[in-house]
């Protein structure tokens, strides 16, 4: 059975950092994309960033770029989210989700079941 | 605002229909394939259409999807109240090099 969890949430300061991680099983690691997608409290999902099967191609939504890095390492069938300068806007609970190819994006399934990220002082 | 636009509600009563719309532009729905997503309260999102139409493995066929032109709809044929919940189309933009999401339809079961 495909498993995505994710670990690493917690209450962080503004300004500060976090990372998080993404643990993959029940399937070939190496041969899919992965992405991160957030949903602040009570609001709709907004994808984050996505990183191909060989971390050829990545990608950012604007509101993180040069803030967020996403990473995986294919040995360890785990994806990353590194998050700096963070902000109350940052406050979610962020999925970990698997695309359907190793190029991106083409739809994402399955989804894990998320870490919440609170930015507050 | 999102570049995908739903409406933010729709409802209806057991057994019946409802309808979904998600409006784009050619540079994501025009050119790209719609995928829709079933959150259930406090629960994280579930794939429910890919590819515009098809339906992954345990999906019920009361769940359709299609597209036309620069706009998708997710339609649900006897309703349940199962079916509340919250979803979302889905698309790449190419023009952005960004994946979109709409803003969320809640359904409601009357």
């Known amino acids: 059975e495909v498993h995505l969890v994710e670990s690493g949430g917690g209450l962080v300061k503004p300004g500060g950092s976090l990372r998080l991680s993404c643990a993959a099983s029940g399937f070939t690691f190496s041969d899919f994309t992965m992405n991160w997608v957030r949903q602040a409290p009570g609001k709709g999902l907004e994808w984050v960033s996505s990183?191909?099967?060989?971390?050829?191609?990545?990608y950012y939504a604007d509101s993180v770029k040069g803030r967020f890095t996403i990473s995986r390492d294919n040995g360890k069938n785990s994806v990353y989210l590194q998050m700096t300068s963070l902000g109350a806007e940052d406050t979610a609970v962020y999925y970990c989700?698997?695309?359907?190819?190793?190029?991106?994006?083409?739809?994402?399934?399955?989804w894990g079941q998320g870490t919440l990220v609170t930015v507050s002082s | 605002q999102s570049v995908l636009t739903q409406p933010p509600s729709v409802s209806a009563a057991p057994g019946q229909k409802v309808t979904i719309s998600c409006s784009g532009s050619?540079?994501?729905?025009?050119?790209?394939?719609v995928s829709w997503y079933q959150q259930l309260p406090g629960t994280a999102p579930k794939l429910l259409i890919y590819?515009?139409?098809n339906r992954p493995s345990g999906i019920p066929d009361r769940f359709s999807g299609s597209k036309s032109g620069t706009s998708a709809t997710l339609d649900i044929t006897g309703l349940q109240t199962g079916d509340e919940a919250d979803y979302y189309c889905g698309i790449w933009d190419g023009s952005l090099s960004a994946w979109m999401f709409g803003g969320g339809t809640r359904v409601t079961v009357l």
């Open positions: 990183i191909s099967s060989s971390s050829s191609y990545i």
């Open positions: 989700t698997r695309d359907s190819s190793s190029w991106c994006c083409n739809w994402f399934d399955p």
């Open positions: 050619s540079s994501n729905i025009g050119n790209n394939y």
């Open positions: 590819d515009n139409n």
